[in-house]
């Protein structure tokens, strides 16, 4: 039997850039959905699982998985062709790539950084290699090499000395006994206010929301309880994060299993949830705690799932008060939960399909090719 289709282990710039693309829910939505899709599968969730999370086709799911194994990062953009035919050699082209990469003041120049004008007159007056070029197509071979005007940001890599010591037990219940492998995160915070969005509405008249800039009802979490094996996702709205909250949490998924047998939840290092009260509680009732590595929240199985929660539930809506924000959002997790296709069904759409391109293949001699 071969192996599921997962991504491989992703370092930890690429864990907090896909988790920051799927929070903020901001951008282009094609990739906001390969983010998703890559999020989810290397927290553990299976093809058919990410297929029913952004409803797309699971060779889409698959093609979009080995792609970040090949490429990486840039799979989450498409790629557009077309255009005139290249009038720069590729030397040129790797020449003005390399001097938009190297700061002004070590070529000479009085200034911190390129502008566009400011590079291609550089480029034009070079003494030792002169390169004219316009700053129209100057632009386009920045935007291919992936070069774009940003502003510097600080990044957080992981210090855990036991990364990858924590990251292979996650691996491993997640593929391996999914049936009994859970997760769990807080989601937040959860503010009374309009929220920006996106939605479908007539040319030039977008749906308006009314402003405002007060928070006068606080703030809320919502802790959220995830079982990979079923796709099963539910938790309730809290005014804090506690230990207290967290210890009611993992007893209502222990109560998902009360065969007595061990499961094993997904966590990450926040102080609330490694408590010795709940670390008593989890030896005594034969529930493991897998907590991932400092800085690698992206490892935990839940953090896609709250994507479409943030889209659907908390974009584009004015709630009057958090009872009801509580009330939007249950009614949201009976929706989904009760719209998640049963792995059997999953299984006999597979073999549908997979009869279909037989079929296809017997009778026109088209090759039934799928991916793998």
């Excluded at 002004?104 to 390129?114: A, I």
């Excluded at 502008?115 to 290699?129: G, N, P, T």
């Excluded at 896609?304 to 509580?326: D, E, K, M, Y």
């Excluded at 939960?337 to 009778?363: F, G």
Aim: aromatic share 8%; net charge positive.
């Amino acid at each position: 039997m071969a192996d599921p289709v997962r991504v491989r282990r992703l370092s930890d710039q690429e864990g907090q850039q896909l988790l920051r693309i799927t929070r903020r829910g901001t951008g282009s939505p094609i990739r906001l959905r390969r983010a998703m899709v890559v999020l989810a599968s290397a927290g553990g969730n299976t093809v058919p699982a990410i297929a029913r999370l952004v409803q797309a086709d699971e060779d889409t799911i698959r093609q979009v998985i080995h792609r970040f194994n090949e490429m990486g990062m840039a799979c989450l953009d498409p790629q557009w062709a077309g255009g005139r035919p290249r009038q720069i050699s590729p030397d040129e082209e790797q020449f003005i790539v390399e001097t938009a990469n190297t700061r002004p003041e070590k070529l000479g120049r009085p200034f911190t950084r390129w502008s566009i004008r400011k590079l291609a007159d550089h480029l034009s007056s070079h003494a030792v290699r002169r390169v004219r070029i316009g700053r129209e197509r100057l632009r386009q071979i920045l935007h291919q090499h992936k070069i774009t005007f940003q502003r510097t940001k600080t990044w957080k890599e992981s210090t855990d000395p036991d990364r990858d010591a924590k990251l292979a037990p996650i691996e491993y219940v997640s593929s391996r006994f999914p049936q009994r492998a859970f997760a769990f995160d807080e989601f937040g915070p959860l503010v009374i206010r309009p929220q920006a969005g996106a939605g479908w509405a007539p040319a030039g008249h977008p749906s308006r929301l009314p402003a405002n800039y007060h928070k006068l009802h606080g703030v809320r979490q919502f802790h959220g309880c995830y079982s990979v094996g079923d796709d099963q996702l539910w938790g309730v709205v809290r005014r804090r994060k506690s230990s207290a909250n967290t210890l009611a949490a993992l007893k209502s998924i222990r109560a998902a299993r009360p065969d007595g047998a061990p499961i094993y939840v997904i966590l990450d290092n926040l102080s609330a949830h490694k408590g010795s009260k709940i670390r008593r509680w989890a030896a005594r009732n034969k529930v493991e705690l897998c907590f991932t590595p400092t800085y690698a929240s992206w490892a935990n199985p839940i953090e896609a799932q709250f994507g479409p929660l943030r889209t659907f539930v908390i974009a584009g809506s004015n709630r009057p008060n958090h009872p009801t924000l509580t009330r939007k959002l249950q009614a949201y997790l009976r929706w989904r939960n009760a719209n998640a296709r049963h792995p059997d069904v999953l299984a006999a759409q597979r073999r549908e399909r997979a009869r279909i391109r037989s079929e296809r293949q017997r009778r026109w001699g088209q090759p039934a090719t799928r991916a793998a």
